[in-house]
């Protein structure tokens, strides 16, 4: 991958037999010990003249762009690699959904990135704030050249391939006016999106950054009585995700799951979100009101959004069964047990799921290394549904617990090998002690005397000196001297 979210700000490759590093490979051809390889795309422009070499190395700030050996009239540079960046300067009309992804489309690697077209003079519209909207746990508030906006459509899908860069642009939304306008300002940009292979359109999603517009726009909007809407008795928000600080907030995301909406036929790729009272009371607060689905597979119902419209102050919301998790006295006696030693806890995300009527709430749990390499292992799993809760070592076993039994639900985690459980209100019997052994090497009466000996001279030797006494002091010495000198000779 030559261009990807974290590449370097510029790289210079080709020129050269395997000058550059592909991986760390024992018994390669190189000495290091180090597999090789060579740029052979065109992702660049040509370092082919002294001219260009001297403007690239001012530009960059780099005087070996200009004096390396290693730089060759075949060489090629690479910047302006991160896929959002290589979007924006082929269609700087559009507004960037902020998570491009990675997909293997006919065995290479593209980036997928979602471009909307925004205004904020679409007539008898709300106006929200983009950056406002689109900011949760994972996404800080970015900064757009146009942040309030009354109009958004997610008329362009581009690819970035991930080895050579190059660019293309899918008319996604061809029915879009202000595409259809800039198309005439930048003619033969756009490719239609029929066009997608069918690799490609398998991986295209529904976007995230559209979603959380769709979702703030329906916490108020949702409501049809005019004197409801007017006196936002009746409003929703996004609840705050429940594993972010308290003391800094920030909302949960939305999130991509494969389930079976209430409604339809089968499961599917969807993006969900939930919604909570906006109100100022906190036992309201976290009371599930609203459960938004959207389609995310491409097809007919592609973007279709399903919101279920819940009861009041029945059932829970994530923060209430956040909180029932941490209450649990068998959950914390657990939780404190992974904790101990150099270990810390991180809980997962907190997934809401319709199912059976209600829904439940799954959340893994995961421990990982306070050490310098190491990386998290899933050790838990927490689930809820109503008033009950369990916490098993798979969801299969936290399900079958929860539901007191077979839930007839198969996981994909059967297989696991669960951990030993400690139980600590359950200690152990203590063992019987045994006899000392004997020890191997007989030590004589004199022995033990010239070592005893010298542990009182040197007892004597440390008193006298904290007592200021020198004189004392030289006579502990002499006696310590000749008590280890009659230890020696006895042992030989």
Do not use: C
Not at 244 to 271: H, R
Not at 427 to 438: I, S
Request: charge should be negative; aromatic fraction near 10%; proline fraction near 8%.
């Amino acid at each position: 991958m030559y261009f990807g979210e974290f590449s370097p700000l510029y790289s210079i490759v080709g020129g050269g037999d395997n000058l550059e590093l592909d991986f760390p490979s024992e018994g390669s051809e190189d000495q290091a010990g180090n597999a090789t390889y060579t740029f052979t795309g065109d992702g660049g422009p040509a370092l082919d003249n002294v001219f260009k070499r001297l403007l690239y190395a001012i530009k960059f700030q780099s005087e070996q762009i200009f004096l390396s050996e290693a730089v060759t009239d075949d060489s090629q540079i690479l910047y302006d690699r991160n896929p959002l960046e290589r979007v924006q300067k082929a269609a700087p009309y559009l507004t960037l959904d902020s998570d491009p992804y990675p997909a293997i489309v006919d065995g290479r690697i593209v980036w997928i990135v979602d471009g909307y077209t925004t205004t904020a003079s679409y007539p008898y519209s709300t106006t929200v704030a983009l950056s406002e909207a689109i900011a949760d746990t994972y996404t800080p508030a970015p900064a757009f050249p146009l942040d309030q906006i009354n109009y958004i459509r997610n008329s362009v899908k581009a690819t970035v391939d991930a080895y050579d860069g190059s660019v293309t642009l899918y008319a996604w939304d061809t029915e879009d006016p202000i595409l259809q306008t800039w198309q005439k300002v930048f003619p033969n940009t756009l490719v239609d999106a029929g066009e997608m292979s069918e690799a490609l359109l398998s991986h295209v999603r529904y976007p995230a950054d559209l979603f959380k517009v769709q979702r703030n726009i329906l916490g108020a909007y949702h409501v049809t009585d005019p004197g409801s809407f007017f006196s936002t008795e009746d409003e929703w928000r996004t609840p705050n995700d429940p594993t972010s600080l308290a003391a800094a907030p920030t909302l949960q995301p939305p999130y991509y799951l494969t389930m079976q909406v209430p409604g339809a036929d089968a499961p599917g790729f969807t993006l969900y979100s939930t919604f909570i009272p906006r109100t100022a009371s906190e036992n309201e607060r976290n009371v599930l009101t609203g459960y938004l689905a959207a389609n995310a597979d491409p097809g007919e119902d592609y973007g279709k959004l399903t919101l279920l419209t819940l009861p009041s102050q029945t059932i829970p919301g994530p923060g209430q069964v956040q909180n029932q998790f941490s209450s649990d006295p068998e959950v914390a006696n657990q939780l404190a047990l992974l904790e101990r030693g150099e270990t810390e806890v991180l809980r997962g995300n907190l997934l809401t799921l319709p199912i059976g009527g209600g829904f439940l709430y799954v959340q893994p749990v995961y421990v990982r290394s306070t050490g310098e390499t190491s990386f998290p292992l899933l050790r838990k799993v927490l689930v809820a549904f109503g008033d009950s809760i369990a916490f098993e070592d798979t969801l299969d076993e936290a399900l079958d617990s929860l539901f007191g039994g077979d839930s007839g639900a198969d996981a994909g985690d059967g297989d696991v090998e669960p951990t030993d459980p400690i139980d600590p209100a359950e200690p152990t019997d203590p063992t019987e002690p045994t006899d000392p052994a004997e020890p191997g090497v007989e030590i004589s009466a004199a022995l033990a005397q010239a070592l005893q000996d010298a542990r009182q001279a040197l007892l004597d030797r440390e008193a006298a000196y904290a007592a200021n006494d020198l004189v004392a002091a030289a006579e502990a010495d002499e006696r310590l001297q000749e008590a280890i000198e009659r230890a020696l000779a006895l042992s030989e």
